[in-house]
């Protein structure tokens, strides 16, 4: 059985015609074969048989057509039903070789070129000759649909492309009189094809025609000027004045003469420049197999040329992946595959200019130098010209900007092109239609594995924590890693710990990763992509250094450069276009740290140490100043705290409201703790102690309003220290914690200052009791509480009596516990502070059930819970109803137990993922 796509759809069997069926099996069966021996998807052949909304039967419709078709196939003399069912993702159209011309033309026109590559030009015309005469119209004639008639308009390009080819070789062989009436009906069917035109000129020229070749040429040129509004391409312009010169470039070649018994030479070439790709490429699953569906997308609907843009920053691998991806994929461009490093990031050389990238490529495709055109125009429009209807894949490695690019893109759609830059395309990605592919660090996975295919599975198993180690302080980055395994690869004696060592001085962490060679040299590397930037992007990107943070907003990078907030978002964006630093989430920009070294490199040598200090101040000033209308909007009392004016320079950001205050705070909160050690560590001691007094002030409460915004850092199980988490995390190193606050109350001492010591020692207190240390954590509470009620501090006394009922309770000494609740309650009744007295109702629950006083442990608790359950704090009610319930069990009481468990429970379900899990190891429900 055969099958015919080249031309109207055909099947026969023997010299018997099959019957086919209406339009629906036809195009069903044609869509099979264009895909004949791989799975044709359901939904494709949905998509491709209704342009617009499929019916709700269309499914059906389609496996009736191929119930259809299957019988007309097996009711054929000889005939099988060789349509199958595969699973429910769609069918497979077995058909064996031979038996589909489509399939035997792609098989002869590889044949051809594999003669040519051979050297035999004649075979390959031979061969080229008899794939062409598989053809008997249009591919698919008669077929409608958008998708049908688009992969026929593939194949129809493509049959033009190797007729062109065909005609190439036979001009070259010196065949120039027996193509001329070919030509001349192809020039009369497609009169605005460029190609044969010019193919029929010369072989007019060469035939001792000049006057016919010459009208040949003015009958494109009116066509181009009336019909397109277009002028000749610069390469038909100059064969034209090399044919009126009557110039050698354009003679008829010798004819070839064979060698004894063998093939003629061919004067052709197929350029393949890719070079080696990696050994040890590992991971970028999700953008190889992007770049393979676009190329897959292109072949299968045709459309324009296939153009991928791969951006990321210096040593990431960009060109590691290009190459992986162009030599996976180099077979399916049999025409060949270009390559050049257009030096847009190199040390000590220029870019290179589109006019030398083309002159290159030109000579890769066989071009006589002597033919090749002096200005860029008229070399980009011969590139394009010799590229027109080829498969060839050009990888454009090393870009600097789309100017340097644009020229290099051919015209034609049968090509594909992968670019790699340090920098965004966003022009080649607007006006080209280019798909952009940015590469991210490796994951750790894929970094370790990147280490053990390079120094071999054995010795980073050995060393597995010094090897994850050494893929953090590598930053992930791929050429980091592959420094680090050549250090250790050349030094077998250097152990993983060694190394990993001495990368841990961040100070020296460059120079370790240093190994002589100036092309993977980190510094040199990162310099080219510095050296490109201007001179407020470079002025950024080195005083980056300097912020404490992992990552900095707009306005904190305007105060530390002290520019404009305009200025300073221009000057972020050049660094993210060049990829230095990224926009890890909207409105947020960081860099890895071997950026983050090399740019502190660079401002130790640019910028002197009081510009640095200075830098430092105003960056500090902005968060202190800051924080400090964060505070005074979530805090319902005053903060007794006077600031000076900020820093020249720094511009503080403005809070509308408590909402706004909490999410800064939130947003804010790796900052913030940085911060605070950056100060003390630099000497700012006055912004070490007011911005931890500050964050201490906020973390301890709520405020009293009831349409405040619920807390984001979620509840504890000691009442006074809820949302600890985000404004207080500072604190988290319990020990580091201590040190700095024992500082600070020394410090308040020596001044005595006894508002400044009772805060410190009310944060003291919530250190220790975090650290299980409950009676020092006790004392503190306890000295707290004097000094606000000496300073008439109520709501500072309030909380600090708080904070020891529920540390007494803790120590099981629940009488005294009682005595301290009841006077916190009773000075948060006055200040009218209703989230914290249901903290207060909660801990004297807490002190009655210590004492087995139940009934008045679940009156307070319910009494918490009503002031809860009026403010809306569903977090807060889950934390007392978990009180409550353990009450009602201790007191017997085990149905109203598992009745407040359920209502608990049910609260949980319509929180966040993150509260709920909080809240489920606080009340253990």
């Known amino acids: 059985m055969r099958f015919r796509v080249l031309g109207a759809l055909e099947a026969w069997s023997g010299r018997t015609r099959i019957s086919l069926g209406g339009p629906r099996e036809q195009r069903v069966l044609a869509l099979l074969l264009l895909e004949a021996n791989r799975t044709v998807s359901l939904s494709h052949l949905v998509d491709a048989l209704w342009d617009e909304t499929p019916p709700a039967t269309a499914g059906k419709q389609i496996r009736n057509a191929v119930s259809r078709l299957r019988s007309a196939l097996v009711a054929a003399p000889g005939g099988t039903g060789d349509i199958t069912a595969v699973g429910d993702a769609g069918y497979r159209m077995a058909v064996s070789e031979g038996a589909l011309d489509s399939a035997e033309f792609d098989r002869q026109v590889a044949a051809a070129e594999s003669a040519r590559v051979a050297g035999d030009l004649a075979e390959c015309v031979e061969l080229l000759g008899a794939a062409l005469e598989l053809w008997h119209g249009p591919a698919l004639a008669g077929l409608s649909g958008r998708v049908i008639e688009a992969r026929a308009a593939a194949w129809n390009e493509r049959r033009l492309a190797v007729q062109e080819t065909c005609t190439d070789h036979q001009l070259a062989l010196g065949r120039h009189t027996e193509v001329v009436a070919s030509l001349s009906a192809i020039v009369a069917e497609y009169p605005l094809r460029e190609k044969p ?42 064969l034209h004045q090399r044919i009126l010169a009557n110039d050698p470039s354009v003679a008829a070649p010798e004819k070839p003469r064979a060698t004894e018994g063998g093939p003629v030479a061919a004067p052709a070439r197929v350029p393949r420049q890719l070079p080696a790709a990696s050994r040890h490429f590992t991971g970028r699953r999700r953008q190889l197999k992007l770049l393979d569906e676009l190329l897959d997308h292109a072949v299968q609907f045709g459309g324009t040329a296939v153009i991928s843009a791969i951006d990321g920053t210096a040593g990431i691998g960009k060109t590691t992946l290009a190459i992986h991806w162009a030599q996976r994929n180099a077979e399916r461009f ?71 690019v644009r020229p290099l893109l051919p015209g034609s759609t049968s090509c594909a092109v992968v670019i790699t830059s340090r920098n965004q395309l966003t022009g080649l990605i607007a006006a080209e239609g280019a798909t952009p592919v940015t590469l991210d660090l490796l994951s750790a996975v894929e970094s370790l594995d990147l280490l053990a295919r390079r120094l071999g599975p054995e010795r980073t198993a050995a060393e597995p924590e010094a090897a994850a180690e050494l893929v953090e302080l590598c930053a992930r980055l791929p050429l980091a890693l592959s420094i680090a395994a050549a ?48 001179e407020s992007a470079r002025r950024m990107f ?13 306005p904190a990078a305007a105060s530390l450069t002290g520019v404009t907030v305009a200025e300073a978002r221009r000057a972020l964006y050049d660094l993210t276009r060049a990829h230095l630093v990224m926009e890890h989430v909207p409105g947020r920009f960081t860099f890895h740290d071997l950026l983050r070294a090399y740019a502190g490199e660079l401002t130790a040598t640019h910028d002197s140490e009081a510009e640095r200090r200075t830098v430092l101040l105003r960056v500090l000033d902005h968060y202190l100043h ?40 939130e947003a804010e909160e790796q900052v913030l703790m940085a911060t605070v050690t950056q100060a003390d560590v630099n000497g700012f001691d006055v912004h070490s102690d007011r911005l931890g007094w500050i964050l201490m002030g906020v973390s301890d409460r709520r405020g009293p309003n009831p349409a405040s915004p619920p807390d984001p850092w979620g509840p504890r199980r000691s009442g006074v220290h809820r949302g600890l988490g985000t404004s207080y995390s500072w604190l988290v190193a319990y020990p580091a914690a201590l040190t700095h606050l024992e500082h600070c109350a020394g410090v308040y001492r020596d001044l005595d200052d006894s508002t400044g010591l009772a805060h410190t020692y009310f944060g003291l207190s919530s250190v220790l009791e975090h650290r299980g240390r409950y009676q020092e954590a006790l004392e503190y509470a306890q000295q707290a509480a004097e000094l606000f009620n000496v300073i008439a501090h109520q709501h500072g006394e309030a909380r600090a009596r708080n904070a020891a009922g529920w540390l007494l309770g803790r120590l099981s000494d629940f009488a005294a516990s009682l005595t301290q609740c009841q006077q916190g309650l009773a000075l948060y009744s006055v200040l009218g502070d209703r989230p914290m007295q249901a903290v207060a109702w909660d801990n004297l629950g807490y002190a009655h059930h210590g004492l087995g006083q139940y009934a008045e442990a679940v009156d307070a608790f319910e009494r918490s819970l009503e002031i809860t359950r009026a403010l809306g704090d569903l977090a807060e009610e889950v934390v007392t109803l978990s009180y409550l319930g353990d009450t009602h069990h201790a007191a017997g009481d085990t149905a109203a137990a598992a009745e407040v468990r359920r209502t608990a429970l049910s609260i949980l379900e319509g929180l966040e993922p993150r509260e709920v899990a909080v809240l489920r190891e606080v009340t253990h429900l």
Do not use: K
């Open 542 to 554: 080195r005083l980056l250094s300097v912020h404490p943070g992992p990552d900095i907003t707009v």
């Open 487 to 534: 250090r250790a690869l050349v030094s077998p004696r250097l152990s993983l710990a060694d190394l990993v060592a001495a990368l841990r001085d961040v100070r020296h962490r460059l120079d370790t990763l240093d190994i002589g060679d100036a092309s993977t040299d980190l510094r040199a590397v990162f310099s080219w992509s510095y050296g490109h930037l201007s």
């Open 626 to 665: 800051t924080a400090h209308v964060a505070a005074r909007l979530l805090s319902p009392v005053p903060i007794p705290l006077t600031l000076g004016d900020p820093e020249p320079g720094a511009v503080p950001e403005t809070l509308a409201d408590a909402r706004r205050a909490a999410e800064w705070m």
């Open 334 to 404: 049999p025409d060949g595959q270009l390559h050049v490093n257009l030096r847009g990031f190199a040390p000590g050389s220029r870019p290179l200019a589109p006019v030398e990238a083309i002159r290159g490529f030109l000579d890769a495709l066989g071009v006589p130098a002597e033919s090749v055109p002096e200005e860029l125009d008229a070399r980009a429009a011969l590139y394009r010209t010799l590229l027109a209807g080829r498969r060839v894949l050009i990888v454009l490695d090393n870009a600097r900007d789309t100017d340097q």
């Open 197 to 238: 035109v010019s193919q029929l000129m010369l072989a007019l020229h060469r035939g001792g025609r000049q006057s016919e070749a010459l009208a040949a040429f003015r009958g494109l040129r009116t066509r181009l000027a009336d019909e397109m509004g277009l002028d000749v391409p610069p390469a038909l312009d100059l």
